[in-house]
C-alpha cells in the first residue's frame, strides 16, 4: 500500500499560521513582489527594491509605514501609503509598484494599442 511512503506533498501554508511566507512571483513577467495593505482597504503589489524618486513616476511612489505598538516597541503592522503632498528629494527612496517594473503589464498595454485582427499567425 502506498500508505508506508508517507505524506510527501509540500506542506499547504496555513491562513492562521505567522510564519514568513515566500512572496508571490507576477504571473505575467514571473519576478517577485511584496502584497502590502494600505490605509483604505486595498492591497498594491509593491517591487521588492527601493529606487530613487527620481527614477519613479510620482503615480507609482509608495512608501511602507511602520505601526508600532504603543506600549511596546515592536512593529505591529506595516502599512504601504502612496507618496503625495511634498514632492520627495530626487534621491530619496521610494519603492515602485510592481506595476510600473512589470514587463509582461506593458507588453498587455502595448498589444491592447493594435487591433486583435492584425494577427494572422494559424
Ligand atoms: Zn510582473
Not at 486595498?42 to 509608495?62: G, Q, Y
Not at 519603492?95 to 517594473?101: E, G, N, S, V
Amino acid at each position: 500500500m502506498a500508505m508506508d511512503e508517507g505524506a510527501t506533498a509540500p506542506p499547504r501554508p496555513d491562513p492562521d499560521d505567522v510564519i514568513f511566507v515566500e512572496p508571490p512571483n507576477c504571473v505575467r513577467c514571473g519576478s517577485r513582489f511584496r502584497v502590502y495593505p494600505t490605509v483604505y482597504d486595498r492591497w498594491v503589489s509593491l517591487s521588492l527594491a527601493e529606487l530613487p524618486a527620481k527614477d519613479v513616476p510620482p503615480h507609482f511612489r509608495w512608501r511602507l509605514v511602520n505601526v508600532a505598538s504603543p506600549y511596546a516597541p515592536v512593529v505591529i503592522d506595516v502599512f504601504a501609503v502612496r507618496v503625495r503632498g511634498i514632492e520627495p528629494l530626487l534621491g530619496e527612496p521610494v519603492i515602485p509598484t510592481h506595476q510600473m517594473l512589470c514587463a509582461g503589464e506593458r507588453a498587455k498595454q502595448q498589444s491592447a494599442e493594435k487591433s486583435p485582427d492584425s494577427d494572422s499567425n494559424g
